[in-house]
C-alpha cells in the first residue's frame, strides 16, 4: 500500500459475446435444465470463460455434472466456483457441495481461464443427458424426480468442501476503506466527502492512512492533518466551523463528528503503510515497548473517542518493501500479540499484509497464521501486482483475480493469495478482499491486449503511471476484461483498473469464498457519487 496512492470474476455487465448457448434437457421434472458457454474475454493466446447453469424445471436440482471436450489447440488453465477434472481433451465439472441446490428459475455460473483463443466446446452432457437435448441412456440417467445420488464412479462429485473452500458467508458485510491524509492538500478530498458522496452509509470502517513508527514506536505522521486544520463551516461535516480555541480541530474532529453522525462507523488509526514501514523493525525488537507507545497514542485523550482500535500495514516483516526487514518469520506474530495484549479484546487489532501468493513469496516469509489468531481480520493488498514500475511492461493488470495466459507473473493474483492464507489455516471470514479505485498504466504501447511492451509509466494527475478511477472512467473508458479486471488503450496509453461490473465480480468472489467482506484503497478514488463502493456494499449485499 503506497503512501503517495493507494480485480475478480467475469460478470454479465461486461461486454461478454456469447459464441455457444447449449441446451440441455435433464429429468428433474418437467422443463428443462440449461447451460451456456459466453466468451467473456479473447485475447488469441488465451481466453475466459464463464459457463451459466439455469434450471428451467419445475423441481429443485441438488447437484450436476457437467462433461464437455474443448477442440484441439485449446485447454482449460485455471478455474473457480466449480471442480473440474481433465482426461485427455474431455473436460467433468461437477458442482461444488457449498453451491447448494439450484432452486427452479435460478441460475449459476462458474467460470475458467483456457489457453488458446476461445473455441467452442463439443460434446456437452449434462447428468447424463445430451446437451442438444434427448433422453440420456437408461443405465446413467438420473432419477425422474429427485436429483442423482451417484455418479459415474470415474470423478465423483464433492462430498465435502475442500478445505479452502468454506461454505458461502452471507454475513460478509465488512466494507472498509481507507481515508488518506494527505488527500486534504491537493486532492482536497476531506471527511466531509465521504458524507457527501454517500459513501459514510455504506462503509463499516474507515482506516485513517498513516501513522509513522519511527524509533520503533507509534508515532504521529502528520500533525497539521491530524489535529491542527481548522475547518470552514463549508468545509465541515455538519457545517460548524472551527474556533481558534477548540482542543481538537483538524480531520481528527472530522472524524468524530461523522461518527456522530454515522454512529454505525468504527474507525481505525492505521501506522506504517509504503514509506512509514521501517520503524518495524526496531518495533520488533520490543513489541511490548511498541504496543505500549502505540496505545497511548490512540488512546490520546484528545482523540480516544474517534478510534476503535489499530491497524498494522507492515511492508514487509522478513522481506523487503521501501526498506528490508530480517527480523525473522515470528517477528509479525510477536508484535500482533503484544499488541492485542494492550489494546485489549474490545479494541479492534488489524493488518494489512502482502498478497504475494507466488511460492516462496512474502506471504511465505512471516507466520501471518500465528498473527491471525491476535488480529480481527487480515486485509491483504490484492493491487499493485503490476505496474509502470517495470517501465517497458509487459503491460498487465494491476489487480488480477485469477491468472491468465501470459501473466507475467506466477502467484499475483488475488485468488493464489486467498487461496494460500486460506491453506496456512487462517479462517476465510478473516480475510478481506482488497480493491484498489485507481488505476495503473504505461504509455509507449501499441498492442491493445495484456503482454505489449511500454517505453514508461502513462501520465498521471498527481503521479506517472498511476490514475483516480474517476478520472479513468471518463479519459480511457475500459475496452476488455483479463483476469475478472478491465483494462483500455487510448492512444498509447494502456491503463488497468476495476469497473463497477468487474466489483461486482470480486465480490461475488468474496462471498463464495466465505470471505469477511472487502476493502479498498482509497477514498479519493471513487467519483463524487460513490459509484465503486457502491458497487462493493451491493455486491455484497
Same mark, same amino acid.
Given at each position: 500500500?503506497?503512501?503517495?496512492?493507494?480485480?475478480?470474476?467475469?460478470?454479465?455487465?461486461?461486454?461478454?459475446?456469447?459464441?455457444?448457448?447449449?441446451?440441455?434437457?435433464?429429468?428433474?421434472?418437467?422443463?428443462?435444465?440449461?447451460?451456456?458457454?459466453?466468451?467473456?474475454?479473447?485475447?488469441?493466446?488465451?481466453?475466459?470463460?464463464?459457463?451459466?447453469?439455469?434450471?428451467?424445471?419445475?423441481?429443485?436440482?441438488?447437484?450436476?455434472? #457437467?462433461?464437455?471436450?474443448?477442440?484441439? *489447440?485449446?485447454?482449460?488453465?485455471?478455474?473457480?466456483?466449480?471442480?473440474?477434472?481433465?482426461?485427455?481433451?474431455?473436460?467433468?465439472?461437477?458442482?461444488?457441495?457449498?453451491?447448494?441446490?439450484?432452486?427452479?428459475?435460478?441460475?449459476?455460473?462458474?467460470?475458467?481461464?483456457?489457453?488458446?483463443?476461445?473455441?467452442?466446446?463439443?460434446?456437452?452432457?449434462?447428468? *447424463?443427458?445430451?446437451?442438444?437435448? &434427448?433422453?440420456?441412456?437408461?443405465?446413467?440417467?438420473?432419477?425422474?424426480?429427485?436429483?442423482?445420488?451417484?455418479?459415474?464412479?470415474?470423478?465423483?462429485?464433492?462430498?465435502?468442501?475442500?478445505?479452502? +473452500?468454506?461454505?458461502?458467508?452471507?454475513?460478509?458485510?465488512?466494507?472498509?476503506?481507507?481515508?488518506?491524509?494527505?488527500?486534504?492538500?491537493?486532492?482536497?478530498?476531506?471527511?466531509?466527502?465521504?458524507?457527501?458522496?454517500?459513501?459514510?452509509?455504506?462503509?463499516?470502517? #474507515?482506516?485513517?492512512?498513516?501513522?509513522?513508527?519511527?524509533?520503533?514506536?507509534?508515532?504521529?505522521?502528520?500533525?497539521?492533518?491530524?489535529?491542527?486544520?481548522?475547518?470552514?463551516?463549508?468545509?465541515?461535516?455538519?457545517?460548524?466551523?472551527?474556533?481558534?480555541?477548540?482542543?481538537?480541530?483538524?480531520?481528527?474532529?472530522?472524524?468524530?463528528?461523522?461518527?456522530?453522525?454515522?454512529?454505525?462507523?468504527?474507525?481505525?488509526?492505521?501506522?506504517?503503510?509504503?514509506?512509514?514501514?521501517?520503524?518495524?523493525?526496531?518495533?520488533?525488537?520490543?513489541? +511490548?515497548?511498541?504496543?505500549?507507545?502505540?496505545?497511548?497514542?490512540?488512546?490520546?485523550?484528545?482523540?480516544?473517542?474517534?478510534?476503535?482500535?489499530?491497524?498494522?500495514?507492515?511492508?514487509?516483516?522478513? %522481506?523487503?518493501?521501501?526498506?528490508?526487514?530480517?527480523?525473522?518469520?515470528?517477528?509479525?506474530?510477536?508484535?500482533?500479540?503484544?499488541?492485542?495484549?494492550?489494546?485489549?479484546?474490545?479494541?479492534?487489532?488489524?493488518?494489512?499484509?502482502?498478497?504475494?501468493?507466488?511460492?516462496?513469496?512474502?506471504?511465505?516469509?512471516?507466520?501471518?497464521?500465528?498473527?491471525?489468531?491476535?488480529?480481527?481480520?487480515?486485509?491483504?493488498? +490484492?493491487?499493485?501486482?503490476?505496474?509502470?514500475?517495470?517501465?517497458?511492461?509487459?503491460?498487465?493488470?494491476?489487480?488480477?483475480?485469477?491468472?491468465?495466459?501470459?501473466?507475467?507473473?506466477?502467484?499475483?493474483?488475488?485468488?493464489? %493469495?486467498?487461496?494460500?492464507?486460506?491453506?496456512?489455516?487462517?479462517?476465510?471470514?478473516?480475510?478481506?478482499? $482488497?480493491?484498489?479505485?485507481?488505476?495503473?498504466?504505461?504509455?509507449?504501447?501499441?498492442?491493445?491486449?495484456?503482454?505489449?511492451? %511500454?517505453?514508461?509509466?502513462?501520465? $498521471?494527475?498527481?503521479?506517472?503511471?498511476?490514475?483516480?478511477?474517476?478520472?479513468?472512467?471518463?479519459?480511457?473508458?475500459?475496452?476488455?476484461?483479463?483476469?475478472?479486471? %478491465?483494462?483500455?488503450?487510448?492512444?498509447?496509453?494502456?491503463?488497468?483498473?476495476? +469497473?463497477?461490473?468487474?466489483?461486482? *465480480?470480486?465480490?461475488?468472489?468474496?462471498?463464495?469464498?466465505?470471505?469477511?467482506?472487502?476493502?479498498?484503497?482509497?477514498?479519493?478514488?471513487?467519483?463524487?457519487?460513490?459509484?465503486?463502493?457502491?458497487? #462493493?456494499? &451491493? &455486491?455484497?449485499?
Amino acid at each position: 500500500m503506497k503512501r503517495s496512492l493507494r480485480r475478480a470474476l467475469w460478470v454479465g455487465a461486461v461486454v461478454a459475446v456469447t459464441v455457444a448457448t447449449v441446451p440441455v434437457t435433464s429429468a428433474f421434472g418437467a422443463g428443462s435444465v440449461t447451460t451456456s458457454f459466453t466468451r467473456v474475454s479473447d485475447w488469441g493466446t488465451g481466453h475466459e470463460t464463464r459457463v451459466t447453469i439455469t434450471n428451467g424445471s419445475d423441481a429443485s436440482v441438488g447437484t450436476w455434472r #457437467i462433461e464437455f471436450e474443448l477442440p484441439s *489447440g485449446t485447454s482449460i488453465g485455471s478455474f473457480w466456483d466449480a471442480d473440474v477434472t481433465r482426461t485427455g481433451n474431455r473436460y467433468v465439472a461437477v458442482k461444488k457441495s457449498w453451491a447448494g441446490a439450484l432452486a427452479p428459475g435460478a441460475s449459476f455460473s462458474w467460470g475458467y481461464n483456457g489457453t488458446g483463443a476461445y473455441q467452442a466446446p463439443l460434446n456437452c452432457t449434462i447428468n *447424463g443427458a445430451p446437451c442438444g437435448g &434427448g433422453t440420456p441412456p437408461p443405465t446413467t440417467a438420473p432419477p425422474t424426480t429427485t436429483p442423482p445420488t451417484t455418479t459415474p464412479p470415474t470423478t465423483p462429485p464433492p462430498t465435502t468442501p475442500p478445505p479452502t +473452500t468454506p461454505p458461502p458467508n452471507p454475513g460478509a458485510q465488512k466494507v472498509v476503506g481507507y481515508f488518506a491524509q494527505w488527500g486534504v492538500y491537493a486532492r482536497n478530498y476531506h471527511v466531509k466527502n465521504i458524507h457527501t458522496s454517500g459513501s459514510a452509509s455504506k462503509l463499516t470502517h #474507515i482506516l485513517y492512512a498513516f501513522g509513522n513508527t519511527t524509533g520503533g514506536r507509534c508515532t504521529i505522521g502528520d500533525s497539521y492533518a491530524d489535529y491542527e486544520k481548522a475547518y470552514t463551516a463549508a468545509e465541515s461535516v455538519d457545517g460548524v466551523a472551527d474556533t481558534w480555541d477548540q482542543p481538537l480541530r483538524g480531520s481528527f474532529n472530522q472524524l468524530r463528528k461523522l461518527k456522530q453522525m454515522y454512529p454505525h462507523l468504527k474507525v481505525i488509526w492505521s501506522f506504517g503503510g509504503w514509506t512509514w514501514s521501517g520503524g518495524f523493525t526496531q518495533a520488533a525488537q520490543n513489541p +511490548t515497548a511498541f504496543a505500549e507507545s502505540c496505545y497511548n497514542l490512540v488512546e490520546d485523550p484528545r482523540w480516544a473517542d474517534v478510534f476503535d482500535g489499530i491497524d498494522i500495514d507492515w511492508e514487509y516483516p522478513n %522481506a523487503c518493501g521501501l526498506t528490508c526487514d530480517a527480523s525473522g518469520p515470528n517477528a509479525f506474530k510477536n508484535v500482533a500479540s503484544a499488541l492485542r495484549a494492550r489494546f485489549g479484546p474490545n479494541n479492534l487489532v488489524t493488518a494489512a499484509i502482502t498478497a504475494d501468493g507466488s511460492n516462496g513469496g512474502k506471504i511465505d516469509a512471516t507466520d501471518y497464521a500465528g498473527a491471525a489468531t491476535h488480529l480481527n481480520w487480515i486485509m491483504p493488498m +490484492t493491487y499493485d501486482y503490476f505496474g509502470a514500475f517495470n517501465a517497458q511492461g509487459p503491460t498487465a493488470p494491476h489487480s488480477p483475480l485469477y491468472s491468465y495466459s501470459g501473466i507475467p507473473q506466477q502467484g499475483f493474483w488475488s485468488d493464489a %493469495a486467498i487461496q494460500k492464507l486460506k491453506s496456512k489455516g487462517i479462517p476465510a471470514n478473516k480475510l478481506l478482499l $482488497g480493491v484498489g479505485f485507481y488505476g495503473r498504466g504505461w504509455t509507449g504501447v501499441t498492442q491493445s491486449a495484456p503482454g505489449g511492451t %511500454a517505453t514508461g509509466p502513462a501520465p $498521471g494527475t498527481y503521479e506517472q503511471g498511476i490514475e483516480d478511477y474517476k478520472v479513468l472512467k471518463n479519459s480511457c473508458p475500459a475496452t476488455g476484461t483479463v483476469g475478472g479486471t %478491465a483494462y483500455a488503450k487510448c492512444g498509447s496509453n494502456w491503463w488497468s483498473y476495476d +469497473t463497477p461490473s468487474t466489483i461486482g *465480480g470480486k465480490m461475488t468472489y468474496a462471498k463464495n469464498q466465505g470471505l469477511g467482506g472487502a476493502f479498498f484503497w482509497e477514498l479519493s478514488g471513487d467519483t463524487s457519487n460513490g459509484e465503486l463502493i457502491s458497487a #462493493i456494499k &451491493g &455486491g455484497l449485499g
